[in-house]
């Protein structure tokens, strides 16, 4: 029986990326945001290192150094690696799981386009002038208008809720992917590590996400509209937007750190040539570990005085999270053990992750303990503890995975030997950065000073430090030169470029295809290529004859929503300054400016809502002609 | 020579690690990891406890992760299938019991460290309350049982308890002395803290903001002074006199009464800015620019009034941010109207503090 086809408008060029609902595309366009952004965090670090190389620089003034450790926190953590994990869920997930696309792609481009503009709304405040300085946090009453006054904090609160819907909408689309997308036989417990801890990031995400729009839309009431919720004059309590920040701000730490635990696992495992050890202990230790993510918040209060009973509770909730923790550890040596290790930079960067993450572990275990965490608390021991868990953990888990599924992405792999080079310069130049923050803060450095005075001890191991970022800067620019001289080989890589690939990415074209699969696998246990080849196969069995592939099409609308919300935004902000200029006045204090951004928006949305998108079909026809020429 | 030369590069390591071993440990009067008293010190203690604890952990992990690494690495050549395990439940079970037990350890005593310093003091009659206000960036220091301010430098007593009730002004701040106790936030009306603090030796020990509260967070910086008992009565009797007296040019004191009076103290009552009783006997001017370096040294006279003509020239320059800039627009001071204030304020010491700061 034939399909009524319909003939839907194919893009090309710039075009093609403005309008693409293509996770693949789509993980693309993460990875170009997310690297930009991450790059904007990186020099903002530089800047804050040099700063503090010796006691009272003049290097940066105390404004400019409060608004550079706000931002380089807001955009590392919510504009930099959470694209960059986006990027690689995007690029990565359907495939493991032998998927076509994600559930809903067209919510995939508006996820990316209102996350971008997000991050354009609140970088933009460096040109604007007025820049977020509240620290990454945010706490009120400094946040608030009457110690903040100018459109700084503003940026923050409205870049990160529109760049908050599309982290929600790619939550809520990975969820329903890899609820309902899986192939044939590929059950709950026969998923990739990756692709579990990416479906319990997604959980995370749908819980954590609305708690801190909510707390972002209370400062918003008071910041614009004059609300009270944190105003302490009328009532308002400041402490209430500290839980509600860390409701949301510790499960954002295992959104960050549970992806990378899930690349570590199938990258170790690879290139171990070994099953996982304990897999089903994996899965429930992942579980296990978002779970209590939600029930810790408040240990990042201790001194924030809730008494001694919430103290201890949650000074012990928290040390509970170190059993799951220390199994996932365990695990993980226990699958080299025995194994057939092959150091490629990308198991380099897994095996480096390893001790690395447990150095930041065990002082998450010593924070955790209230009477101590008087002590810690807001010092550079903290900087320490979180710099291990977010970048000796998370950042060189995305190194790692970067590497390994980069010629899944692109069809080229990436130079080893500079790999490795890279590896070794960015580690070394983190552990000289971090390791001796620590004991700044045990001798009395608190965190977020611009400055500190000499004769305190203070002054060699912040050079040291220093040292040791711009290693880390020189690593990273070091990756972007690798990245460069890769893209111009020829894209030649087969589809199981490592040889050693155990899961379903490896069984199809680097890069595949706009469809993924031909036809559908048919999945017959864990690591299931690995099986195949154990078995002497060379391809995964079909579970479905070749037919017709449906494909949805591309579609403008959501760049121009992120665009709306983008506009929206700036009139919000500017809907109460004077301009002095009849024209400026004219179109923001009447909320002109706002409605038309708003305006865009729910256009876009009506017009989804009544045109019917029927998609198109890629036929067997052309499925076979592209077989002939691969 | 070239022997030597070796022998001091080979030594070069040792020598660099020392120095930072040394510095590690760092200042005794600003180190939590060198506690002056009690509280710190049981502190000091659970921390031990845990890192010890926790460089175990590293130790194992470490040790499996070397023996892994160089152990099963794939050689040139080599092309075998590893054994494909599934897992042990035994090793899991082990792996998944010692955390526990280790976690437990560092439990119990985190529990009781909890409700021991939560402990109210307040009501204690050997105790010495202290009311402290922080404010953008420096803070106030309340006697209430003496009818007792001050600012920048808190005088305790050593070997008693110092029951403190936190908070602030405007903004969240943190009240941290780390030899002495860990920090509590000083927070707005309906959340307020209390704390507790003790001193065992008479020294100078150094306190720190820990919560930023805007562009001179790094300068919030304060001292606690601890003396002997009868050396903080003295202080007490002396901070309850009247006032030194004027004795320079009355047309410069009057200029010294409308520009500086009207936001700062020579007596004990309330004012928007640091009280002004005794300075010449404070560790700093505006809290951060010391007039020593070190408890072991006098407070030096001529830094110390050079550093109060720059603060009134120009306190943006040193503080930026701070409150006083703005009170201070309008207002110029002649060359002479400057050194009377600045002769007055600096001179205006408190006998009680003589011994301990050295003058």
Same mark, same amino acid.
């Given at each position: 029986m034939a399909h009524t086809t319909h003939t839907v408008k194919r893009y090309s060029g710039l075009m093609d990326w403005l309008t693409t609902v293509d996770h693949k595309k789509i993980g693309v366009l993460y990875l170009i945001a997310g690297a930009f952004f991450f790059g904007i965090g990186g020099i903002e670090a530089i800047l804050i290192r040099i700063q503090l190389i010796k006691p009272q620089n003049t290097f940066l003034d105390a404004q400019t150094f409060n608004e550079l450790i706000t931002m380089h926190g807001t955009t590392m953590i919510f504009l930099g690696v959470m694209p960059i994990i986006f990027a690689l869920m995007n690029a990565i997930i359907p495939l493991q799981i032998g998927a076509r696309d994600v559930a809903f792609p067209f919510l995939?481009?508006?996820?990316?386009?209102?996350?971008?503009?997000?991050?354009? &709304?609140?970088?933009?405040?460096?040109?604007?002038?007025?820049?977020?300085?509240?620290?990454?946090?945010?706490?009120?009453?400094?946040?608030?208008?009457?110690?903040?006054?100018?459109?700084?904090?503003?940026?923050?609160?409205?870049?990160?809720?529109i760049a908050g819907i599309g982290t929600l909408l790619g939550g809520i689309n990975f969820l329903a992917t890899i609820?309902?997308?899986?192939?044939?036989?590929?059950?709950?417990?026969?998923?990739? $590590?990756?692709t579990w801890a990416s479906f319990i990031t997604s959980a995370l995400i749908l819980f954590a996400f609305p708690a801190v729009t909510v707390g972002l839309v209370l400062l918003m009431f008071d910041r614009l509209f004059g609300g009270n919720f944190f105003e302490v004059a009328n009532g308002g309590n400041p402490i209430l937007w500290q839980h509600i920040f860390w409701i949301f701000g510790h499960p954002e730490v295992y959104i960050l750190i549970l992806p990378a635990f899930g690349i570590i696992s199938d990258v170790v495992s690879t290139f171990s040539r070994k099953r996982l050890f304990g897999y089903s202990s994996m899965v429930f230790a992942t579980i296990l570990i978002g779970f209590l993510g939600f029930m810790v918040w408040a240990h990042h209060m201790f001194a924030t005085g809730l008494g001694p009973v919430a103290n201890a509770l949650f000074s012990i909730a928290t040390m509970l999270i170190a059993v799951p923790t220390g199994?996932?550890?365990?695990?993980?040596?226990?699958? $080299?053990?025995?194994?057939?290790?092959?150091?490629?930079?990308?198991?380099?960067?897994?095996?480096?992750?390893?001790?690395?993450?447990?150095?930041?572990?065990?002082?998450?275990?010593?924070?955790?303990?209230?009477?101590?965490?008087?002590?810690?608390?807001?010092?550079?021991?903290?900087?320490?503890?979180?710099?291990?868990?977010?970048?000796?953990?998370?950042?060189?888990?995305?190194?790692?995975?970067?590497?390994?599924?980069?010629?899944?992405?692109?069809?080229?792999?990436?130079?080893?030997?500079?790999?490795?080079?890279? +590896?070794?310069?960015?580690?070394?130049?983190?552990?000289?950065?971090?390791?001796?923050?620590?004991?700044?803060?045990?001798?009395?450095?608190?965190?977020?000073? +611009?400055?500190?005075?000499?004769?305190q001890r203070f002054d060699l191991m912040n050079l040291i430090s220093t040292i040791g970022a711009i290693m880390m800067g020189i690593g990273v620019l070091m990756f972007l030169w690798n990245v460069l001289v890769t893209s111009l080989k020829p894209a030649n890589a087969s589809n199981d470029p490592w040889e050693d690939g155990r899961t379903l990415e490896w069984t199809i074209p680097s890069p595949p295809p706009e469809y993924n699969f031909k036809q559908t696998p048919l999945v017959r246990g864990y690591d299931a290529w690995w099986k195949e080849k154990m078995e002497g196969n060379t391809e995964m069995q079909p579970a479905e004859p070749v037919g017709s592939i449906h494909m949805p099409s591309p579609s403008i609308l959501p760049f121009f929503m992120g665009i709306g919300l983008f506009i929206a935004g700036f009139g919000f902000m500017f809907a109460k300054d004077d301009f002095n200029n009849a024209l400026l006045n004219g179109l923001f204090n009447n909320y002109v400016v706002a409605g038309v951004g708003l305006l865009i928006t729910l256009t876009c949305m009506f017009l989804r809502s009544v045109i019917d998108d029927p998609g198109y079909h890629i036929e067997k026809e052309e499925l076979e002609d592209k077989g002939v020429k691969a | 020579m070239m022997k030597r030369w070796h022998a001091a590069k080979r030594l070069l390591p040792l020598f660099a690690g020392l120095v930072l071993l040394l510095s590690a440990c760092g200042r005794?009067?600003?180190?939590?990891?060198?506690?002056?008293?009690?509280?710190?010190?049981?502190?000091?203690? &659970?921390?031990?406890?845990?890192?010890?604890? $926790?460089?175990?952990?590293?130790?194992?992990?470490?040790?499996?992760?070397?023996?892994?690494?160089?152990?099963?690495?794939?050689?040139?050549?080599?092309?075998?299938?590893?054994?494909?395990?599934?897992?042990?439940?035994?090793?899991?079970?082990?792996w998944t019991v010692i955390p526990i037990v280790l976690l437990l350890i560092l439990a119990v005593p985190t529990a009781k460290y909890v409700f021991a310093f939560a402990e109210d003091?307040?009501?204690?009659?050997?105790?010495?309350?202290?009311?402290?206000?922080?404010?953008?960036?420096?803070?106030?220091?309340?006697?209430?049982?003496?009818?007792?301010?001050?600012?920048?430098? &808190? %005088? %305790?007593?050593?070997?008693?308890?110092?029951?403190?009730?936190?908070?602030?002004?405007?903004?969240?701040?943190?009240?941290?002395?780390?030899?002495?106790?860990?920090?509590?936030?000083?927070?707005?009306?309906?959340?307020?803290?209390?704390?507790?603090?003790?001193?065992?030796?008479?020294?100078?020990?150094?306190?720190?903001?820990?919560?930023?509260?805007?562009?001179?967070?790094?300068?919030?910086?304060?001292?606690?002074?601890?003396?002997?008992?009868?050396?903080?009565?003295?202080?007490?009797?002396?901070?309850?006199?009247?006032?030194?007296?004027?004795?320079?040019?009355?047309?410069?004191?009057?200029?010294?009464?409308?520009?500086?009076?009207?936001?700062?103290?020579?007596?004990?009552?309330?004012?928007?800015?640091?009280?002004?009783?005794?300075?010449?006997?404070?560790?700093? %001017?505006?809290?951060?620019?010391?007039?020593?370096?070190?408890?072991?040294?006098? %407070?030096?006279?001529?830094?110390?009034?050079?550093?109060?003509?720059?603060?009134?020239?120009?306190?943006?320059?040193?503080?930026?941010?701070?409150?006083?800039?703005?009170?201070?627009?309008?207002?110029?001071?002649?060359?002479?109207?400057?050194?009377?204030i600045v002769d007055y304020l600096s001179n205006y010491k408190l006998d009680s503090l003589k011994e301990i700061n050295k003058q």
């Open positions: 995939n481009a508006l996820g990316f386009w209102t996350f971008f503009f997000g991050g354009l &709304l609140l970088n933009l405040s460096w040109l604007i002038g007025s820049v977020p300085d509240a620290g990454w946090t945010s706490y009120v009453p400094l946040a608030s208008t009457t110690y903040s006054t100018h459109h700084g904090v503003d940026f923050y609160v409205l870049g990160l809720q609820i309902n997308m899986r192939a044939p036989g590929m059950s709950f417990m026969r998923m990739p $590590m990756f199994i996932k550890i365990f695990n993980w040596l226990f699958t $080299m053990w025995g194994g057939s290790i092959k150091f490629t930079a990308a198991n380099l960067y897994a095996v480096g992750f390893i001790p690395t993450f447990v150095m930041g572990g065990v002082t998450g275990v010593m924070l955790a303990s209230a009477p101590a965490d008087f002590q810690f608390h807001d010092t550079y021991f903290v900087v320490a503890h979180f710099h291990y868990v977010i970048v000796g953990g998370l950042v060189l888990g995305l190194f790692a995975g970067l590497h390994y599924w980069w010629p899944k992405m692109f069809g080229r792999v990436l130079k080893e030997g500079l790999g490795k080079a890279t +590896f070794w310069m960015f580690f070394i130049g983190f552990q000289l950065t971090f390791f001796v923050q620590h004991f700044l803060g045990l001798t009395g450095m608190p965190r977020r000073v +611009f400055t500190y005075l000499p004769n | 005794e009067d600003l180190s939590a990891i060198n506690p002056q008293g009690p509280v710190a010190e049981k502190q000091y203690g &659970l921390m031990t406890l845990s890192i010890s604890i $926790m460089t175990l952990v590293v130790v194992v992990v470490f040790a499996i992760s070397f023996y892994v690494i160089i152990r099963y690495r794939r050689k040139p050549g080599q092309n075998d299938i590893p054994k494909q395990v599934e897992g042990n439940h035994k090793l899991e079970i082990i003091y307040s009501k204690d009659e050997n105790a010495i309350k202290v009311n402290v206000t922080s404010h953008q960036y420096w803070w106030e220091f309340e006697y209430p049982e003496y009818g007792i301010r001050t600012a920048q430098d &808190l %005088i %305790i007593p050593t070997n008693k308890k110092i029951a403190i009730n936190l908070r602030t002004q405007d903004v969240l701040h943190s009240f941290w002395v780390p030899s002495l106790a860990g920090k509590m936030d000083t927070n707005t009306e309906g959340n307020l803290n209390k704390m507790y603090i003790e001193a065992t030796k008479e020294n100078v020990y150094r306190g720190k903001c820990a919560e930023l509260c805007g562009p001179s967070h790094a300068y919030m910086d304060f001292k606690v002074k601890a003396v002997n008992e009868d050396t903080f009565k003295a202080w007490v009797n002396e901070m309850n006199a009247e006032p030194k007296a004027w004795t320079g040019d009355p047309a410069a004191y009057d200029k010294f009464k409308t520009s500086c009076l009207s936001c700062h103290a020579l007596d004990n009552s309330q004012s928007l800015g640091p009280n002004l009783k005794g300075l010449g006997s404070r560790e700093s %001017i505006a809290g951060i620019m010391l007039n020593r370096d070190n408890v072991s040294e006098p %407070i030096n006279q001529d830094l110390m009034e050079q550093h109060l003509r720059e603060w009134i020239v120009d306190p943006e320059r040193v503080k930026p941010g701070n409150a006083m800039t703005n009170g201070m627009t309008g207002v110029e001071f002649t060359d002479e109207e400057l050194d009377q």
